[in-house]
């Protein structure tokens, strides 16, 4: 069941088409990720989905209707650029945005202190903001999001700023919340953290869905010939072979698609008779990175 419908909704800003003709759904209880590069139009989607600014054409619709003032309650939103009111302390901010959404005083300080405690800073809730590290901040921002238990929860670039420890815990709530229920729309640009959470994932570029459709059947049409190959050390040898049909560098450790006729064993004794130093070699399944950079360099 669909509990978002973006119907071929598009925005300019003067001459700049920054969503064109965009269309998708959004399954209830469902994450799905919105992902593309800087300026492809993953903000002001979510933005128009808001009702924050409105669209040139086409339409947004929410439980099979268009956004109404009472559906504000219903949804959580951390945006992509960060606000806090420095001076309050940590506690209070988490009850004033709990209560902005409609929850009662004391409602709010209970599931303050249940959220405080569960993101590791039980010892910071009395604490003003501006005492807090940027990592800090934004966890409690990410919190005062959800705080209401909200239908739908909508991220823009969520993980912006945290370090692998804290952006683990985030990646645990996230996944707590789509098991209590909720629908969960996030943009970003950072592919690793989408492939552990999405069960949906549309790619944007341009302001068009250039893919859309669930993780497993992406990475279905998109199954290729891939080996992953990691050096010890850099070899520009390894970009050589004749049979190579696509490749992604990232250092010592490279994405290679060869053609469907060459099997691993004759690509593992191809590297070695060819002098290369090999760390790591096996056959793998497209990574949603590799996706994106096929799909980016098709569109282009």
Not at 23 to 51: C, D, F, W, Y
Not at 76 to 103: A, N
Not at 209 to 237: C, H, I, Q, W
Not at 275 to 283: A, L, S
């Amino acid at each position: 069941m669909d509990k978002i419908e973006i119907k071929n909704v598009s925005k300019a800003y003067g001459s700049v088409k920054a969503v064109d003709n965009f269309s998708v759904n959004i399954q209830e209880g469902k994450i799905h990720g919105i992902l593309g590069p800087n300026g492809a139009g993953k903000t002001t989607t979510i933005r128009m989905l808001l009702n924050i600014i409105s669209p040139d054409s086409g339409e947004i619709l929410i439980d099979g209707k268009p956004f109404e003032e009472e559906m504000k309650n219903r949804i959580g939103y951390l945006p992509e650029e960060r606000g806090l009111y420095r001076k309050l302390k940590v506690k209070d901010t988490l009850c004033f945005f709990g209560e902005l959404k409609g929850m009662k005083p004391k409602e709010a300080l209970k599931e303050a202190e249940i959220w405080i405690e569960k993101i590791g800073l039980k010892d910071w809730f009395n604490r003003k903001i501006e005492e807090l590290s940027k990592g800090m901040q934004q966890k409690i921002q990410f919190v005062s999001s959800i705080i209401h238990s909200p239908e739908i929860i909508i991220f823009d670039e969520p993980f912006s700023g945290l370090d692998p420890l804290n952006t683990e815990i985030l990646l645990d709530i996230m996944l707590e919340m789509k098991r209590k229920g909720s629908t969960i729309l996030f943009s970003t640009h950072i592919l690793e953290h989408a492939e552990k959470l999405v069960d949906n994932v549309t790619l944007i570029k341009n302001g068009k869905n250039v893919l859309s459709g669930t993780l497993e059947s992406v990475k279905s049409k998109y199954s290729a010939n891939l080996f992953r190959v990691v050096l010890e050390e850099e070899d520009p040898k390894i970009k050589e072979f004749p049979y190579i049909k696509d490749i992604n560098d990232f250092g010592k450790e490279f994405e290679i698609e060869v053609e469907d006729n060459i099997d691993s064993v004759k690509f593992l004794k191809d590297i070695v008779s060819a002098g290369i130093r090999i760390e790591k070699f096996e056959k793998v399944q497209p990574s949603l990175t590799n996706i994106y950079l096929k799909v980016m360099k098709e569109e282009s």
